[in-house]
């Protein structure tokens, strides 16, 4: 089916260990995303990407890693967990910088 | 600092009109965005706006002021599906988008 999925959907790892959150999209969009959501927050960006091959930091980025060798996918890695990164991920891809986001299903991610 | 605020939470009644406020203070402005968020699930978009004046979608209508720092969002005929989130986002003048916490709307029979 055509549109942007995650996987998992749900993950519970331990401190310290590496996690890696997958996105993809079906629509070639330029623009992809990964923000967390968290009580009491708006969306916060962690990374995002406006073409294969290039990627910069959103506003939370520290202990996380993204790469973008294709155009349809933007995994996010966590390289070393910690509980602070307890959250939900939302991945997002839009056609541009100033469209609408078009997000996926979301990944809840739960760090003990 | 950049800032987005709207209401935590807000009640309305079935069938009836609820409007939800969002002021912003951003470093320029590039439109503003509303979504709409159903409890578990992801953001869907609502409604762009980036000239003043209000723009009608069905049921949904969303209003701007620049020179205000100003946006609402106006729900008629509130039906019990649409009970949900709404977030508010503003895109600044490097186009990154920044986010209210959102604003949460529970309809009562």
């Known amino acids: 089916d055509a549109g942007i999925t995650q996987s998992p959907r749900y993950k519970i790892t331990e401190t310290g260990r590496q996690v890696t959150l997958m996105c993809h999209q079906t629509w070639s969009h330029s623009y992809m995303f990964w923000y967390r959501q968290d009580l009491g927050h708006g969306l916060r960006l962690i990374y995002y990407s406006a073409a294969a091959d290039i990627t910069d930091k959103g506003e939370v980025p520290d202990g996380y890693v993204v790469s973008r060798s294709k155009t349809e996918n933007f995994p996010l890695t966590l390289e070393s967990a910690t509980r602070s990164q307890t959250s939900v991920y939302f991945c997002?891809?839009?056609?541009?910088?100033?469209?609408?986001?078009?997000f996926g299903e979301g990944s809840r991610l739960t760090v003990l | 600092g950049q800032n987005i605020d709207q209401p935590t939470e807000m009640t309305a009644t079935e069938g009836a009109i609820v409007q939800i406020n969002c002021t912003y203070q951003t470093s320029g402005f590039n439109g503003l965005f509303w979504y709409q968020q159903h409890a578990g699930e992801a953001p869907t978009f609502l409604s762009y706006n980036v000239l003043d004046g209000l723009e009608e979608k069905g049921r949904f209508s969303s209003f701007l002021s620049r020179s205000k720092g100003y946006s609402y969002l106006l729900l008629k005929e509130l039906q019990m599906k649409d009970s949900a989130s709404y977030l508010c986002a503003v895109l600044d003048s490097n186009y990154q988008l920044i986010w209210g916490a959102g604003t949460k709307l529970i309809i009562k029979p």
């Open positions: 997002a891809s839009s056609e541009n910088e100033s469209g609408e986001l078009f």
